[in-house]
């Protein structure tokens, strides 16, 4: 048995997230800034990215994404691809559902029994840091490590999501409300009801076009360049030190109150336009500062798998 192989299967315990973390998309958006920034930075590793993740296991999808292009355009789009495979293969056998998510509780005065402060329910910093150790070792497979570079670069976007590291308990919520996925608003886009956790979601990115990915990515880069970010700053593999930046957002940005929800979709409620103004801004800055910290991550792993066995 490999090596990844025996080390991926310590954290394979079964945890039903609430809900996704960003859209598709919004991962595309996500490895769209880790790709401008490794391709200015350090080109030297397009060629080797692109041997990596030519050795991803799972064929099909990698396929259909690069279509017919070549070079480095074909290793960009087999990026986008591995950055939203984690999501594509949800229940699926490769599905590890515990790993997409790190949620501690946020409780407000008057809920009932809410469980300890410092309770996590899924393994995703857990897993990350796996994933990250497998990705970046020489003795571990191509296909070992290509699958491992994908969960790095999905659950890495994952924790910087806020109400995927964050659940509300109140006494309209004592049981907790699943990360937002139990409370209801109209989205902002379409008027339909959607939960608070898809608006969250979804307010990167809709569209899993390239051209309209690239887009959205070099605007959220010009509108926070990483200089302007002091937290892409921090140490490469601060996986804790994320969600516990998300964590503070949940509590200071997405659990304000200032967003009205029904506990069901039938009663969702419309999103005043300052609030929502607000979701985008926040999200694009958490996208920014992912895109960024996956471009350093990036580079780790592959300059470590360089390195004399």
């Not at 593999?237 to 304000?256: C, M, N, P, Q």
Request: charged share 20%; net charge neutral.
């Amino acid at each position: 048995m490999r090596i990844a192989t025996v080390l991926l299967a310590t954290l394979s315990i079964a945890f039903a997230s609430p809900a996704q973390a960003w859209t598709r998309p919004g991962h595309m958006v996500t490895a769209a800034i880790a790709w401008k920034e490794v391709e200015a930075h350090r080109p030297d590793l397009i060629g080797p990215l692109g041997q990596l993740l030519a050795a991803h296991p799972d064929r099909g999808p990698f396929q259909l994404a690069i279509d017919r292009t070549t070079g480095a355009e074909q290793t960009r789009r087999m990026l986008l691809q591995c950055a939203r495979w984690s999501d594509d293969i949800r229940e699926t056998p490769q599905d590890q559902p515990s790993w997409h998510a790190a949620v501690k509780p946020v409780v407000k005065p008057g809920a009932p029994t809410p469980p300890p402060a410092d309770q996590v329910s899924g393994q995703a910093i857990e897993a990350l840091r796996l994933n990250f150790a497998v990705a970046g070792n020489p003795r571990a497979s191509a296909a070992e490590r290509a699958r491992a570079l994908c969960w790095v670069m999905h659950v890495g976007a994952d924790i910087h999501q806020p109400l995927h590291v964050a659940e509300l308990f109140s006494s309209a919520y004592p049981k907790g409300d699943g990360g937002g996925g139990r409370q209801f608003v109209k989205d902002p886009e379409t008027g339909e009801p959607i939960s608070l956790h898809w608006m969250w979601d979804d307010s990167v990115n809709r569209s899993g076009q390239v051209a309209d990915v690239d887009a959205r990515a070099s605007e959220i880069m010009g509108r926070y360049p990483r200089v302007s970010l002091k937290e892409a700053a921090g140490p490469a593999a601060d996986f804790a030190g994320w969600a516990a930046e998300s964590y503070a957002l949940a509590t200071s940005a997405a659990y304000t109150g200032a967003i009205p929800t029904g506990a069901r979709a039938a009663t969702a409620v419309a999103v005043p336009e300052a609030a929502y103004r607000d979701v985008r801004s926040v999200a694009a800055r958490r996208v920014a500062l992912a895109g960024y910290r996956l471009a350093d991550l990036l580079i780790a792993i592959l300059d470590a798998a360089a390195e004399p066995r």
